[in-house]
Each structure stands twice: as C-alpha cells, then as structure tokens.
C-alpha cells in the first residue's frame, strides 16, 4: 500500500525559506505524477505544484511560480518542496499526494494516495 510520510514544515519568517520532503513508499512510482496541496485555516485545499515522476515536467500554481520549486529523487522516492521568498498568505497544512496516472494535473481528485499534512507558518 503506497504511503506518504511529509517533512520539514515549521516557523519562519516573511522572505524566508523552508524545504518540504515527501517520502513515497509501497508502490512502483515510475508511472505516478506527485504533487504538492495546501490548505489554509477556514478554506478549501488548493494546489500547489505537481511533477511527473517519470519525466519530470513541472506544473506551479499562479501563486507560487518562481517562489517554489519541487523535485524528485528516483533513487530515493522522495519529492521536496523548495519554497523560497515565503509570505503570511504561504500559511498552511501542505500535503504531499500521489496520482496513478502519468498526465499531471491540478485537480486533487487525481490524486489516488495523500499523506498526513506538515504544517507551514510564515509569521513575522
């Protein structure tokens, strides 16, 4: 059974920088797209960024493109969420979630598998 073990939220500053990790195990992922989604106190989940995991292409939100940047290791199953230039509007639960199709895509329908959720608070 595929599982989804997040890393690396906390507190930081306005302008700061955090790096998530998304450890993926119990499935073969070469066929999988992975994404990033967050979601904010008294809102709905929304997405952040996805990669295929077998190409490589990138898809970003409005939001955070050329803020965030996301990343996967084949040899260690693992995708990371480098966010960088942090805001107060940047604040919440991040969710790392996996799709069994290759084609990427923003709809967290997609996404078959999710993990637990890092919290994430830029305050000053």
């Known amino acids: 059974q595929v599982q989804l073990v997040e890393s690396g939220g906390g507190l930081v500053q306005p302008g700061g920088s955090l790096r998530l990790s998304c450890a993926a195990s119990g499935g073969t992922f070469s066929r999988y797209k992975m994404a990033w989604f967050r979601q904010a106190p008294g809102k709905e989940r929304e997405f952040v960024t996805a990669?295929?995991?077998?190409?490589?292409?990138?898809y970003y939100a409005d939001s955070v493109k050329g803020r965030f940047t996301i990343s996967r290791d084949t040899a260690k199953n693992t995708v990371d969420l480098q966010m960088n230039s942090l805001k107060t509007e940047d604040t919440a639960v991040y969710y790392c979630a996996a799709g069994r199709a290759v084609v990427i895509s923003s709809a967290s329908a997609a996404y078959d598998y999710w993990g637990q959720g890092t919290q994430v608070t830029v305050s000053p």
């Open positions: 990669i295929s995991w077998s190409s490589g292409r990138t």
